[in-house]
């Protein structure tokens, strides 16, 4: 019965064997070649007329847009180096005027320190002339009054050592001729 079921489906389905491999047997294989040359030159007339002009002007605006960006990044790049030329000479022009502050500082610094040095040394040195002055005034004065004071002590000497009296214009003047010498 099973023999009988198959039989009876190839003869409704039109004869045996595989359908897909009966085209070229039937004749409609002119047909389907005739269909696919219309459907392929149908949709590479769409494809030509509607789909590449489209994304021919995506990519020509894709590519203006690329040109640009690239030259607003060459113009913003020429920009920043005259900036950053601009910065590098304001920052040597700085270093310079702190640099000759700092030298005219030291010029008046070295000038203010030369003249309270002579200042100072010129004080020293008339303190020191007053000193001397002042030291000579007392030397004076002590020898003036060690001069008196060897007097009488060479009046008594010669008195009690020698026993003879001496004048005390004699010793004054022996004083002095001695101390004259040393």
Same mark, same amino acid.
């Given at each position: 019965?099973?023999?009988?079921?198959?039989?009876?489906?190839?003869?409704?389905?039109?004869?045996?064997?595989?359908?897909?491999?009966?085209?070229?047997?039937?004749?409609?294989?002119?047909?389907?070649?005739?269909?696919?040359?219309?459907?392929?030159?149908?949709?590479?007339?769409?494809?030509?007329?509607?789909?590449?002009?489209?994304?021919?002007?995506?990519?020509?605006?894709?590519?203006?847009?690329?040109?640009?960006?690239?030259?607003?990044?060459?113009?913003?790049?020429?920009?920043?180096?005259?900036?950053?030329?601009?910065?590098?000479?304001?920052?040597?022009?700085?270093?310079?005027?702190?640099?000759?502050? #700092?030298?005219?500082?030291? /010029? +008046? &610094?070295?000038?203010? $320190? %030369?003249? @309270?040095? *002579? =200042?100072?040394? !010129?004080? #020293?040195?008339?303190?020191? /002339? +007053? &000193?001397?002055?002042? $030291? %000579?005034? @007392?030397? *004076? =004065?002590?020898? !003036?009054?060690?001069?008196?004071?060897?007097?009488?002590?060479?009046?008594?000497?010669?008195?009690?050592?020698?026993?003879?009296?001496?004048?005390?214009d004699d010793v004054t003047k022996a004083v002095s001729a001695a101390a004259k010498g040393a």
């Amino acid at each position: 019965m099973a023999r009988a079921t198959t039989e009876t489906v190839e003869q409704e389905a039109g004869g045996g064997g595989l359908p897909q491999i009966s085209v070229f047997e039937d004749g409609t294989y002119t047909n389907q070649i005739a269909w696919l040359l219309l459907t392929f030159v149908l949709l590479y007339v769409v494809v030509s007329r509607l789909v590449v002009p489209r994304v021919t002007t995506v990519l020509e605006e894709r590519e203006e847009k690329i040109a640009g960006d690239l030259d607003a990044a060459a113009r913003l790049r020429e920009e920043a180096e005259g900036v950053r030329e601009a910065y590098e000479a304001s920052i040597a022009e700085a270093r310079a005027k702190a640099q000759q502050t #700092l030298a005219d500082a030291k /010029d +008046a &610094a070295r000038a203010d $320190i %030369a003249k @309270a040095q *002579a =200042e100072l040394d !010129a004080k #020293l040195s008339a303190d020191a /002339d +007053a &000193a001397e002055k002042r $030291i %000579a005034e @007392a030397k *004076a =004065e002590a020898l !003036a009054g060690i001069e008196g004071i060897a007097t009488e002590v060479a009046t008594d000497l010669v008195a009690k050592l020698g026993g003879a009296d001496v004048s005390a214009d004699d010793v004054t003047k022996a004083v002095s001729a001695a101390a004259k010498g040393a």
